[in-house]
Antibody, heavy 120, light 110 residues
């Protein structure tokens, strides 16, 4: 079945970087954009950016420009999100999600989430 | 870019209808018909229930409907059921291919 499987939980120190992976299966990876969002404990959902899995084009939320990098490896149907210079405010669940209907900006399939904890 | 505005909470009794609003601006909700709604139960992954303002993915009950007027989108849940108690988030496309979410609404079934 169609699914996105993310890498496991991470614990990082302030100032470090984290790279989260999102492996797709059950569909043509390059046919759907992958978006990344995060959700701090007890908080709402925050959009971070997207990657065009076909050509690698990216678009980041203004807040994250300069410190997030989204990439993909089409040979293994995997998208990555790297966040640098972590602070405690970056403690959150990070999700990758697939846009289902092309152009709809709607996420029909989500990864299970990767908890990133930033603590000294 | 500020989040879309949703009421923090909403409630209704079983069988009733409840509507949740999602207010943006002429640069997001008002400009595009790419409003989506997600349902999230505590500790779970969000689930898409409405896309492109009013379209329902297969498998989503017809009790969920969406609409838009100007800069405000709305989600209506008719015939409330206990399992509808959850957090609901709207999202909208915005200028320069950005995306913006609402702050979320906690729906309580009384």
């Amino acid at each position: 079945q169609v699914q996105l499987v993310q890498s496991g939980a991470e614990v990082k120190k302030p100032g470090a970087s984290v790279k989260v992976s999102c492996k797709a299966s059950g569909y043509t990876f390059t046919g759907h954009y992958i978006y990344w969002v995060r959700q701090a404990p007890g908080q709402g959902i925050e959009w971070m950016g997207w990657i065009n899995t076909n050509d690698g084009d990216t678009n980041y939320a203004q807040k994250f420009q300069g410190w997030v990098t989204m990439t993909r490896d089409t040979s293994i149907s995997t998208a990555y999100m790297e966040l640098k210079r972590l602070t405690s405010d970056d403690t959150a669940m990070y999700f990758c999600a697939r846009v289902g209907v092309v152009g709809s900006r709607a996420f029909d399939v989500w990864g299970q989430g990767t908890m990133v904890t930033v603590s000294s | 870019q500020s989040a879309l505005t949703q009421p923090p909470s909403a409630s209704g009794s079983p069988g009733q209808s409840v509507t949740i609003s999602c207010t943006g601006t002429s640069s997001d909700v008002g400009a595009y018909n790419y409003v989506s709604w997600y349902q999230q139960h505590p500790g779970k992954v969000p689930k898409l229930i409405i896309y492109e303002v009013s379209q329902r993915p297969s498998g989503v009950p017809g009790r969920f409907s969406g609409s838009k007027s100007g800069n405000t989108a709305s989600l209506t849940v008719s015939g409330l059921q206990a399992e509808d108690e959850a957090n609901y988030y709207c999202s909208s496309s915005a200028v320069n291919y950005k995306l913006i979410f609402g702050g979320g609404t906690k729906l309580t079934v009384l």
